[in-house]
């Protein structure tokens, strides 16, 4: 199986669209009625540029230690009809032979997203802007930090491992701080994912850097 590209930079380096043009892409989206949004061209993954379907790029994912959840095209959801409560409680596991299956029962699900919480090892800090990342990095992470970061539709995703105690935190509920958000809990699209408004999601530290625990002073917080 082919591996996406190891070498990102800040700048977006080789997935086609660098962070400038997310930047551009995302100012000049103007609010979609519903027949915008029904009439929009399809945009599938862009792990289709590495030369992977999202069959595949799933199956790296899981080789990596993630578990990976089909989502629908340019959405944050997973298809109708996905039992994501049972895979989320670890009633339902994530095999390679159950990732091959999805391909057929759910084929407009080309994103791709990852499970968090201490039941899948994942910690997500969403930083909702430019600002809050360079506030997160120097205030919260002690310079930056070397575990995968991921440019969002808004800002940066920094992943960690998840304290085994650290649980229930789902988005919009856990700011340490305005704009920064601490989830452990739910999914997060995965690099090369596209957002509802047309950006891409993209690697800034390779998926594949190995996960760094969450820093103490955020532990500490969520813990009080």
Known sequence: MQKPPCERTAAGG??????????????????????????????????????????????????????????????????????????????????????????????????????????HGRLLVDCDSPTATAHYIEDYAGGTPTTPQIASSRGQHFIYTCPPDISGLWAGENAITPGIDVIANGLALAPGSVHPTGVIYQEVQPISTPLAPAPDVLIERLRK
């Open 14 to 119: 080789k997935w086609g669209m660098d962070m400038k043009d997310n930047k551009r892409a995302a100012h000049s989206i103007t609010r979609e009625t519903s027949t915008d949004k029904a009439n929009r061209p399809a945009v599938t993954s862009e792990a289709a540029s590495w030369g992977m379907s999202p069959t595949d790029y799933r199956l790296y994912l899981l080789n990596l230690g993630f578990t990976p959840v089909p989502i629908v095209a340019r959405e944050k959801f997973p298809p109708k009809g996905f039992p994501l409560a049972e895979y989320k409680r670890r009633e339902l596991i994530v095999t390679p032979d159950v990732i091959q299956t999805w391909e057929h029962q759910y084929p407009h699900a080309t994103n791709t997203g990852y499970l968090l919480g201490p039941e």
